[in-house]
């Protein structure tokens, strides 16, 4: 079975610009998380989404916006890009409920803003 | 507002030898605690997965501990091998998200 598949794997991007980011689950995973990892630090939680409503937010400004589609798939939209946006954007699939249910990552994208 | 902290920040032992990571958080209301390991560049893969109810889990030469009154987690490694060389996250779930530490690097020299 295929893992959590994102991509692109590698962006580069200038200040201002807007990006958009993609996810494709664990097949029968409903629930699609998005994290922020910047270099040297564990993972910031971003979103959350299931049954293609969000159901959690972390502390980002307004620029950063997600949805999940009917097949359980997920963007994640930055725009105005800042150079503290320069991270690895990491995506995580689970069943429903955090309880006993592993958070499966996929190997991320790499934002860079220059 | 949950906070996790891991110690040592980073870690150098040689082949063969036992190890233990140590991961502290501040709220105990927690759903899970989940060990993950991300090697450079990459995604994080999961290692073990304690439940609020549990109190260890083990894999091959992988060992969790939970303690939830004291608000800590051990990762025992056993007999340590090159190829674990990584960093090494614990993260606390709460109702929809995972807060992590900052990890533990660790190099195992051959």
């Known amino acids: 079975d295929a893992g959590v598949t994102q991509s692109p794997t590698h962006l580069i991007k200038t200040r201002g610009q807007q990006v958009t980011l993609r996810c494709s689950p664990i097949?029968?995973?409903?629930?699609v998380s998005w994290y922020q990892q910047v270099l040297g630090q564990g993972p910031q939680f971003i979103f959350q989404y299931y049954e293609k409503e969000e159901r959690g937010r972390g502390n980002f400004p307004d620029r950063f916006s997600a949805r999940q589609f009917p097949n359980y798939s997920s963007e994640l939209n930055v725009n105005a890009l800042l150079l503290g946006d320069s991270a690895l954007y990491l995506c995580a699939s689970s069943l429903p409920g955090l309880d006993g249910r592993t958070l499966h990552f996929g190997n991320g994208t790499r934002l860079t803003v220059t | 507002k949950q906070e996790v902290t891991q110690i040592p920040a980073a870690l150098s032992v040689p082949e063969g030898e036992n190890l233990v990571l140590n991961c502290s958080f501040t709220d105990s209301a927690i759903y899970n605690l989940q060990w993950f390991r991300q090697d450079p560049g990459k995604g994080l893969t999961s290692l073990l997965l304690?439940?609020?109810?549990?109190r260890e889990q083990t894999s091959g030469r992988l060992n969790a501990s939970l303690d939830k009154s004291s608000g800590r987690s051990t990762l025992y490694i056993a007999a340590s091998q090159p190829g674990d060389s990584a960093t090494y996250l614990c993260?606390?779930?709460?109702?929809?998200?995972?807060?992590f530490g900052t990890g533990t690097r660790l190099k195992v020299l051959a």
């Open positions: 097949s029968g995973h409903k629930s």
């Open positions: 304690i439940q609020s109810s549990q």
């Open positions: 993260a606390a779930s709460g109702t929809y998200k995972y807060i």
